[in-house]
C-alpha cells in the first residue's frame, strides 16, 4: 500500500517585486498552514519522506507543517521537479520513489495538486485551496504503479475556521 499526501503551498503575496519562486506567504498563507498541519497532526500518520518544491512559498509551507508534525528533517529534500503547476513533474517524481517509502508528503503547487488529486482519487475536488490537504491511498504496493487510489482525506483551510 502506497500514499500521498498533497499539500499546496500557503496563500502567497504578490506585493513585492520578486521572482515567482522568491514570493513569501502572506500572513494568512502562515495561519492557514498552522491551521490546517495541526488538525493533520491529530492523525498521528507515520510519514516515511517529505519532499518540497524550491519556491519559497512552499518551502515555508513545508517548515511550518513539519515542525507542527515534529518530523525529523532528516527525511526531507527539496527537489526541483516539484517547481511544477501541470502535475507532470510531481507525478515522474513520486512514481520513481524508492518502494521502501509508503507514505510520502509533498509540498508544492496547483493546477499540478488539483490535477493529481483528481487524477488519482476517487472524489472530484474542484479546487485544492492554498494550505489545502488532499491524502490518497493506492492498493499498489510499488509507486511506479499508482493509478487510481482512494480519497481519504481532504482537509482545507475554510473547513476548520
Given at each position: 500500500?502506497?500514499r500521498?499526501?498533497?499539500?499546496r ?44 518544491s ?17 518530523y ?17 513533474g ?21 493546477y499540478?495538486?488539483?490535477?493529481l ?16 490537504l ?5 492498493d ?13 482525506q ?6 476548520l475556521?
Amino acid at each position: 500500500m502506497k500514499r500521498v499526501i498533497l499539500v499546496r503551498h500557503g496563500k502567497s503575496s504578490w506585493k513585492y517585486d520578486v521572482a515567482d519562486r522568491d514570493r513569501p506567504l502572506q500572513e494568512r498563507g502562515i495561519n492557514d498552514a498552522h491551521l490546517v498541519s495541526k488538525k493533520f497532526g491529530n492523525e498521528k500518520l507515520k510519514i516515511d519522506f517529505a519532499f518540497s518544491s524550491p519556491a519559497n512559498r512552499a518551502l515555508h509551507t513545508a517548515m511550518i507543517f513539519l515542525r507542527n508534525l515534529k518530523y525529523n528533517l532528516k527525511h526531507f529534500r527539496v527537489d526541483e521537479n516539484l517547481y511544477d503547476f501541470s502535475g507532470s513533474g510531481v507525478q515522474s517524481h513520486i512514481q520513481s520513489l524508492d518502494d521502501n517509502i509508503s507514505t510520502v508528503m509533498v509540498f508544492g503547487h496547483n493546477y499540478a495538486f488539483t490535477n493529481l488529486a483528481n487524477t488519482w482519487g476517487d472524489r472530484y475536488i474542484e479546487n485544492v485551496t492554498t494550505s489545502g490537504l488532499v491524502q490518497i491511498r493506492f492498493d499498489e504496493g510499488n509507486w511506479k504503479s499508482i493509478s487510481k487510489g482512494k480519497t481519504e482525506q481532504v482537509i482545507f483551510p475554510r473547513h476548520l475556521k
